[in-house]
């Protein structure tokens, strides 16, 4: 059993009933899961779940909210309510909690989404409803964000002095990387492609993903990193076509695709590289998509120079899957000229951008529309990925924009 441990869901049914039989009758409980907390650019503060909404519930994921309702003749009925996830975004996050998970880990019958909080707490709340809410926690302290923090100063002791928000001129200057940062970037790049050489020769039908995730990490921190840039994707199988898959619990197959995307951080300054590999013998089939991502990574490397944008990247790679993808025939040509502009049919399966920004961020200040200029360091992504044949292709490099052109600074890690 690979997949990780979790409680059965008559626990949790059994704390929820211990703790209404402690509420009097009409009385209403209304518990929420911890939130998730921007940190930089895309990345979120490490998720911590609320320890008491886990206990009654065992749900993990964030926004989700619990209401007990014990009502004036001691009936009970508990009502979970999950965050409504659009259909999109399980192509990134793979498996997302939905009613029917939810109930199963919760053993709660009831599961409605959160919009509905507030209608279903008017119905079921009367004047006399004695309501309870989690107390304070230990540490009490008020959070504000940095960027609040300043401005809540400012307006509190200088109120009638000219403000203004200082990001666009920095990000303006983090985004053109100085020799140091650059050598932190290609030293993070170089500790990945070592990492990477070493869980290679440890790649094995029967090997769980998360040893391999130990492997890479432990090679990283006795070389003086933190660990990972970012939460490390080390996926088997079918797994490889969800963008965003990081519970690296599944067994590797003999004939599976291995999709790692990972990277170090070192100083700071971060990696990110996707390498993907046989486990056992390529078959012939994933080794046609993987030669094909191949061709369009090695192709695009000249479009990396200064004076063009990643919207420009985006639409180049974009034309080169289109091609491969026809070779493979996922897509025919009647597709092609009466498709959407800006949703083209190779959409399909190249659904992420080939390109953004890397430096102290994975994804690091700068946008699409960004002229790129010398010390520029962006990834270039290109990716397939067939859910129906269980196969999904990334290959991944950094690459540093020169005064002629550009360098890859990850060559050195072999495909
Ligand atoms: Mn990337």
Not at 62 to 81: M, N, Q, V
Not at 109 to 125: F, G
Not at 391 to 414: A, F, W
Request: hydrophobic share 35%; net charge positive.
């Amino acid at each position: 059993m690979p997949r990780l441990p979790r409680l059965s869901h008559s626990f949790y049914q059994s704390t929820r009933k211990k703790a209404v039989g402690k509420m009097p009758d009409n009385s209403l409980l209304l518990m929420f899961a911890n939130k998730n907390h921007p940190a930089n650019a895309d990345a979120y503060y490490p998720y911590v779940r609320n320890s008491y909404f886990y206990y009654l519930t065992g749900i993990t994921e964030p926004d989700t909210a619990l209401i007990i309702h014990r009502d004036s003749k001691g009936k009970y009925e508990e009502l979970l309510l999950i965050p409504e996830i659009p259909e999109w975004r399980k192509v990134w996050d793979g498996e997302v909690l939905d009613k029917q998970s939810a109930r199963e880990i919760s053993g709660a019958k009831n599961i409605e989404y959160l919009p509905s909080l507030v209608p279903v707490l008017r119905d079921l709340v009367n004047p006399n409803t004695q309501l309870f809410y989690p107390g304070r926690l230990k540490r009490s302290e008020t959070v504000l964000f940095p960027e609040q923090r300043a401005k809540s100063i400012f307006r509190r002791y200088f109120p009638s002095n000219r403000q203004k928000s200082v990001i666009e001129t920095l990000n303006k200057l983090r985004l053109v990387k100085g020799e140091e940062e650059i050598s932190m970037i290609r030293e993070a790049i170089k500790l990945t492609g070592e990492g990477l050489e070493l869980m290679k020769s440890r790649i094995n039908s029967g090997k769980v993903e998360y040893e391999l995730e130990t492997d890479l990490l432990g090679y990283f921190r006795r070389k003086r990193s933190r660990g990972f840039a970012f939460d490390p994707i080390i996926a088997s199988g079918a797994n490889s076509c969800t963008l965003h898959y990081i519970q690296n619990d599944s067994k590797l197959k003999t004939g599976d695709v291995l999709l790692t995307d990972v990277g170090a951080e070192f100083g700071g300054y971060n990696a990110d590289i996707t390498r993907v590999y046989p486990v056992g013998k390529w078959s012939q089939r994933n080794k046609r998509v993987f030669d094909a991502v191949y061709r369009v990574i090695t192709s695009s490397v000249k479009l990396y120079k200064p004076g063009t944008t990643i919207e420009e990247i985006n639409r180049e790679v974009g034309e080169l899957v289109e091609g491969e993808l026809l070779q493979l025939a996922l897509i025919n040509s009647g597709e092609i000229s009466s498709q959407n502009e800006n949703k083209p049919a190779y959409r399909k399966y190249f659904m992420h951008s080939a390109a953004h920004f890397l430096g102290l961020d994975v994804h690091d200040v700068g946008d699409k529309k960004t002229v790129l200029k010398p010390g520029m360091v962006l990834t270039l992504e290109p990716g397939i990925y067939i859910p129906e044949w269980q196969v999904g292709v990334r290959l991944e490099d950094d690459i540093l924009i020169t005064k002629d052109g550009c360098e890859v600074l990850s060559r050195g890690i072999p495909y």
